[in-house]
C-alpha cells in the first residue's frame, strides 16, 4: 500500500486524520485492484507538509476527496482541495458518510454541483475498487494488465513503455524466459508479434533481467521507439530485432550479450553510437547505418 511515486497518471487521495481507519480499507483494495495513487503516507521526514501535498496535488490525473464531517473541519483538506480547483484537476468525490448540510458545511454546496461515489453504499471496499473500473475519469490510472505469451509476459503502460518478463508460473528449470521471434504465417504470407498492433505506442522498451533473448525481428519497425534497456540475463539479439526503429537514440547493451544478429540495428537513422562488450560477436550489417559509430566496452577484469 505504497504511495505512488512514479511518473505515470495517479489518483490524489484526500482524507482527514480522523477517518484513517474507514480510508486504510479502501487503500488496501486499491491496491490490490493495481491502481495507481498517493496519500500522505509518501512525504518524506523534513519535508514541508503543506508544499509536498500541493505539489502531488498539481501533479495527479484525479482528486479524489473523501467528504465526511470529519474532512469538512479539516484545513488540509481545504488547502488541497482548493489548490486542485486552482489547478483544475478532475476532481470525484467520494462520500464516506451521507453528506448533510449540517456536517458537511460548505462542502455541501460542492456536493449538490458534482456527481459523487457514495462509499457508504457499498458492502466493502474491494466491490468499490472494483466499481472504479467503469469510470472513464480513472481509465489512465490503473496499472495495465500482463499479457502471456509462450515463455514471456508483456504489458504496455500508458505512457507508451513496454515492459518485458519472464511469464509467472514458468517451470522452476526454465530459468530465463526468451522473447519470441517474428511469426511468419506461410499461408497468408503475414505475420505478428506479441505487441503488433500497439507498435506505434512503444516509445520505450523495458526487458527485465529473467529473459536471456530477443527474437528475430521483435520490434523491427516500431518508428516511435527512442529508447531500449535490455536487461543483465540477454545473451541474444536477434536478426533485425530493431531493424528500422528510427527514432531510437538510446540503447544500452549488458556486458551479458555474447552476440547480436544480422541487421539488428539497421536503419535506426537516430542512433548516432553504441557501445557493445567486447567479445561480443556482430552479425552481418548488424548497424547499418554510415553514422552509427560502434566501439567495444574494455573486457571486464
Known amino acids: 500500500m505504497e504511495p505512488y511515486e512514479g511518473g505515470e497518471p495517479y489518483i490524489f487521495i484526500s482524507y482527514a ?10 487503500l488496501e483494495a486499491l491496491a490490490d485492484a493495481g491502481w495507481r495513487f498517493w496519500y500522505d503516507a509518501g512525504i518524506e521526514a523534513g519535508a514541508d507538509w503543506l508544499d509536498a501535498l500541493l505539489e502531488k496535488v498539481e501533479r495527479c490525473a484525479v482528486f479524489c476527496p473523501l467528504f465526511s464531517a470529519a474532512f469538512s473541519d479539516s484545513r488540509y483538506c481545504f488547502f488541497e482541495t482548493t489548490w486542485a480547483y486552482h489547478k483544475e484537476k478532475k476532481v470525484v ?8 448540510e ?4 460548505g462542502f455541501y454546496r460542492l456536493l449538490r454541483k458534482l456527481q459523487y461515489m457514495p462509499l457508504y453504499q457499498y458492502a466493502d471496499a474491494a466491490e468499490f475498487a472494483e466499481r472504479l473500473g ?16 509462450g515463455q514471456i509476459q508483456w504489458r504496455l503502460s500508458a505512457d507508451g513503455v513496454l515492459t518485458i518478463a519472464k511469464r509467472e508460473g514458468m517451470p ?26 500497439s507498435r506505434e505506442k512503444i516509445l520505450s522498451v523495458a526487458i527485465e533481467d529473467n529473459i536471456d533473448a530477443i527474437g528475430d525481428r521483435a520490434f ?13 540475463g ?14 531510437l537514440t538510446d540503447i544500452r547493451i549488458p556486458d551479458s550479450v555474447r552476440a547480436i544478429g544480422n541487421w539488428a540495428f539497421a536503419f535506426c537513422e537516430n542512433l548516432k553510437s553504441v557501445e557493445i562488450p567486447a567479445g561480443t560477436n556482430v552479425g552481418y ?3 547499418f547505418k554510415k553514422h552509427t559509430v560502434v566501439t567495444r566496452r574494455a573486457a571486464p577484469d
Open 17 to 26: 486524520r480522523k477517518d484513517w481507519e474507514r480510508v486504510k480499507p479502501l
Open 93 to 100: 468525490p467520494l462520500c464516506l458518510d451521507e453528506p448533510k
Open 102 to 105: 449540517e456536517s458537511f458545511g
Open 134 to 149: 467503469r469510470e472513464a475519469a480513472f481509465a489512465s490510472c490503473k496499472a495495465p494488465e500482463w499479457h502471456k505469451t
Open 172 to 197: 522452476e528449470r526454465i530459468h530465463n524466459a526468451s522473447i519470441p521471434p517474428y511469426q511468419l504465417n506461410p499461408i497468408d504470407n503475414c505475420g505478428a508479434t506479441p505487441w503488433e498492433r
Open 220 to 232: 523491427e519497425g516500431c518508428g516511435n521507439l527512442t529508447e531500449a534497456r535490455l536487461g543483465r
Open 234 to 247: 540477454v545473451t541474444k539479439i536477434g536478426v533485425s530485432a530493431f531493424y528500422g526503429c528510427k527514432s
Open 285 to 287: 550489417h548488424a548497424f
